[in-house]
C-alpha cells in the first residue's frame, strides 16, 4: 500500500505530546550547560548538541506528518525513537566527556534507523526517492560523529561542529545529489500538522523559560530587585510568546493554500530551529540577571538577553519573509534597537540591561497587537 501525506489539518495525538516530554528534558539540559559553561567554547558545544537534539525531534515530527500517529507502525516508531531520546538527552551534561559515545550512538540510531523506517511504509515516488537521498546524506555525516566521540573533548568539538554543518547544508538545501534534487510543488503534505506541531514545540520552550525563571526567583533573597528582575523577565518571556501566537493564524492559512506545503514546511522548520535557540539563550541570560542584578552585565550577558530574543524575531521574520511579499518594518526596527542595545549597555548592571531589552520586545509586542491582525498586511507570493 503506498501512503501519502493527507494535506488535510489533523488533531496533534496525545502520543505526540507525550514524545514532546523527552525533549522539555532536552531543553533543560541545554540551558542549564550554557548557564554552567558561559564561555565561547561552551556556547559553541550547546549550540552543536542542540542541533543534534533538534534534528532528532525535528525529523521524527516530519515523519509522522508523512505517515499518521494513528497508525501503529508510527506509533512504535514514535516510542522507539522516545525510549533512545531519553538516553541521548541525559548524555547532554557530559556529552564533551565520558559519555560522547551515548550521545552520539542514541542520535545516529534515531537519526539513521528512523529514515530507514520511514523507506519500508510505502510513501509515494517523489518523498520515497527523496528520503533515499537524506539517508545518504546522514550516512555521509556518520563518521565525523564517530570520530568525534572517539578523540578528546577538545578535537571533538571540531569534529561534531562539521557533522552539525553538513546535516545543516543537507536542510537547508533539502538534500540534493548530482542531478536530483526535489521538487516539492503539488506534493501532497499535510503542512497544517508540522505547523501545529511546532507551536507545541515553542510551548515546550516557554514553558522552560518560565521554569527557569521560577527556579531562579525561588533560589534569590526576596529583595525588591528580585522581584524587579523576575518581573522584567517574565515580562519579555510573555511579549515573545504574543510575537509568535498572535501572527500566526495567516501563516496557518498561507500552509492550508499553497501548492508547496513542503518548501513552506522546510522553512518554518528551520526558523523553528533558531526560534527555540533563542529563547533559550534568553531564559539563561534572565537567570544570570537574577542571580546577579548589580553586577556588569558584560559581553557574556547582553549575547543572552539581547541576543537571545534578535535570533528569535529574526527568524520569524526570515520565515515571514519565505511565505510573503514583504518583511515588517517594525521587527527591523527592533532588531536594529536589541544589536544597539547590546552594544551601549556592557557596563550597565545587569538589571538594567535586562529592562532595556525587555522593554523593546515589550513595545513591539504591544505595537503589532495594535495593528491586528498581525502585524504588517501581507499577500502570499507564488510558489517558486
Not at 95 to 105: E, I, L, P, S
Not at 187 to 205: K, S, Y
Not at 347 to 354: F, I, T
Amino acid at each position: 500500500m503506498q501512503l501519502t501525506s493527507d494535506p488535510a489539518r489533523r488533531e496533534v495525538t496525545p502520543l505526540e505530546l507525550f514524545f514532546d516530554l523527552v525533549y522539555v528534558f532536552a531543553i533543560g539540559q541545554l540551558s542549564h550547560r550554557l548557564l554552567v559553561h558561559p564561555t565561547w567554547t561552551g556556547a559553541a558545544q550547546a549550540v552543536v548538541l542542540y542541533l543534534a537534539v533538534y534534528a532528532a525531534w525535528a525529523y521524527t515530527t516530519w515523519a509522522v506528518t508523512l505517515v499518521p500517529a494513528e497508525n501503529p507502525r508510527t506509533q512504535r516508531m514514535l516510542l522507539g525513537v522516545m525510549f533512545a531520546g531519553l538516553f541521548m538527552n541525559a548524555a547532554i551534561p557530559r556529552a564533551f566527556g565520558d559519555a560522547g559515545w551515548v550521545f552520539v550512538a542514541t542520535f545516529l540510531l534515531i537519526h539513521i534507523g528512523r529514515t530507514i523506517w520511514l523507506l519500508t511504509v510505502g510513501l509515494d515516488r517523489i518523498n520515497q526517492e527523496h528520503f533515499v537521498r537524506v539517508l545518504i546524506w546522514f550516512v555521509a555525516a556518520a563518521p565525523l560523529w564517530l570520530t568525534g566521540a572517539a578523540v578528546d573533548r577538545d578535537a571533538r568539538l571540531a569534529w561534531w561542529a562539521a557533522a552539525t554543518l553538513v546535516e545543516l547544508v543537507g536542510t537547508w538545501a533539502g538534500h540534493p545529489l548530482p542531478g536530483r534534487r526535489l521538487d516539492s510543488q503539488q506534493v501532497a503534505f499535510a503542512g497544517g500538522h508540522l505547523l501545529e506541531r511546532g507551536r507545541l514545540f515553542m510551548i515546550i520552550a516557554f514553558g522552560e523559560a518560565v521554569m527557569t525563571t521560577g527556579t531562579a526567583l525561588t533560589t534569590a533573597p526576596y529583595e525588591p530587585m528580585t522581584l524587579l528582575t523576575s518581573s522584567v523577565a517574565l515580562a519579555g518571556t510573555v511579549a515573545l510568546f504574543w510575537l509568535f501566537f498572535n501572527r500566526s493564524e495567516h501563516i496557518i492559512h498561507h500552509y492550508e493554500r499553497t501548492e508547496d506545503p513542503i518548501r513552506a514546511g522546510r522553512s518554518g522548520v528551520l526558523s523553528l530551529m533558531a526560534s527555540v535557540a533563542g529563547m533559550i539563550a534568553a531564559a539563561a541570560g534572565d537567570e544570570r540577571v537574577i542571580a546577579h542584578p548589580m553586577e556588569h552585565a558584560g559581553l557574556t550577558t547582553n549575547l543572552l538577553l539581547f541576543g537571545g530574543p534578535a535570533l528569535y524575531i529574526g527568524a520569524q521574520t526570515w520565515h515571514g519573509a519565505t511565505l510573503f511579499d514583504a518583511v515588517s518594518p517594525p521587527r527591523l526596527v527592533a532588531l536594529s534597537a536589541l544589536v544597539a542595545g547590546c552594544a551601549v549597555t556592557t557596563a550597565a548592571p545587569a538589571y538594567l540591561s535586562a529592562l532595556v531589552a525587555a522593554a523593546i520586545v515589550v513595545a513591539l509586542a504591544v505595537y503589532e497587537d495594535r495593528r491586528q491582525p498581525g502585524g504588517a498586511r501581507t499577500k502570499p507570493i507564488p510558489p517558486r
